[in-house]
């Protein structure tokens, strides 16, 4: 297996672990990491996932020898990275807790979650044109999207690595944390979304993501179709009641 998996109550936690190819990201290691998370995905016991990889490195890009003597035909026949794209459909939020090395295809999957956690140690960089490529898993996309088109060019164009705090500062990562806090502050985050109502984090996400589509008008008419729909839950009666009730909630997720 290219990933390790843990389950810490209801949080998933996905380790890359190719540690002698720097967590390269071959076809393999896609497959392993999409399988484990369509599997937790919908289970109702399973309320977040953190993918993380080691101390040094979260992924040092795609696996740059897996690619390279691929011919165009190879490439476009079997629309190489589109599998990724599955990430997408992934509707239990997914933290990303980066620690050293995010490259290429490797800040390009960390972009590819919810929310970004950088230790101090963190480094993101899209160093494609450095191999006479460009950014092939959403990097000139989402990237742009984040941290706009200035910091996007000056990153794609050069090459260059940006630290923790310069990827917070552009919108790129949510939280930095000392290094020897990363996994704790992640679990403590990923523990506190999966305890809330399932059905509730799953629609706010959903709603969040709509966003990167819509109009803001008919963004606000969805997540209000969507608000209005968790009023069908159970968990939207407890959750209201235990205020009033000055109780903590417990949410089962109907
Ligand atoms: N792919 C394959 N192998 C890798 C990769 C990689 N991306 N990164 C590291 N490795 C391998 C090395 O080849 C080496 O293998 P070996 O021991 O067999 O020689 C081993 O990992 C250790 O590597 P280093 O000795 O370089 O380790 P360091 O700790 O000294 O350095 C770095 C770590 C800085 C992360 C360094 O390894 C590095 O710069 N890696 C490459 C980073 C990079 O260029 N990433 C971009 C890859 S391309 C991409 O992600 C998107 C491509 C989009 C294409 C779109 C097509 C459709």
Redesign the pocket.
């Known amino acids: 297996m290219t990933i390790k998996i843990e389950k810490v109550g209801k949080v998933v936690v996905l380790r890359l672990h190719r540690p ?3 967590n ?2 071959n076809t393999a290691l896609m497959e392993d990491l999409l399988a484990a998370l369509q599997t937790y995905d919908t289970d109702p016991e399973v309320g977040c996932f953190v993918l993380t990889g080691s101390d ?2 979260f992924a ?8 390279s003597t691929m011919s165009y035909q190879e ?1 476009t026949a079997s629309d ?2 589109a599998g990724w794209e599955a990430l997408g459909n992934i509707r239990t939020p997914v933290i990303a807790a980066v620690s050293g ?1 995010a ?4 800040c ?1 999957l960390a972009m590819m979650c919810d929310v970004i956690f950088a230790a101090e140690s963190a480094l993101f960089g899209q ?2 044109l ?2 006479g ?5 959403g ?1 000139t996309q989402r990237l742009t999207k984040l941290v706009g088109k200035a910091k996007a060019m000056d990153m794609i164009l050069t090459g260059r690595m940006v630290d923790a705090i310069e990827a917070e500062r552009a919108g790129l990562v949510s939280r930095v944390i000392p290094d020897e806090k990363l996994l704790a502050e992640t679990m403590e985050a990923a523990q506190i979304i999966a305890a809330y109502s399932k059905p509730a984090v799953l629609l706010a996400k959903e709603c969040v993501c709509f966003g990167e589509h819509l109009s803001v008008s008919d963004g606000v008419k969805a997540e209000r179709r969507a608000f209005h729909g968790l009023f069908a839950t159970e968990d939207q009666k407890e959750g209201m009641h235990a205020f009033i009730e000055k109780r903590r909630p417990a949410f089962t997720g109907k």
Not at 60 to 67: H, L, Q, T, V, Y
Not at 133 to 137: A, D, N
């Open positions: 002698e190819k720097r390269a990201l040094k490195v040092a890009g795609a696996d740059i020898s897996e690619m490439m190489y990275f090395y490259l290429g295809g490797g390009e160093p494609e450095t191999l490529v460009i950014p092939g898993m990097g």
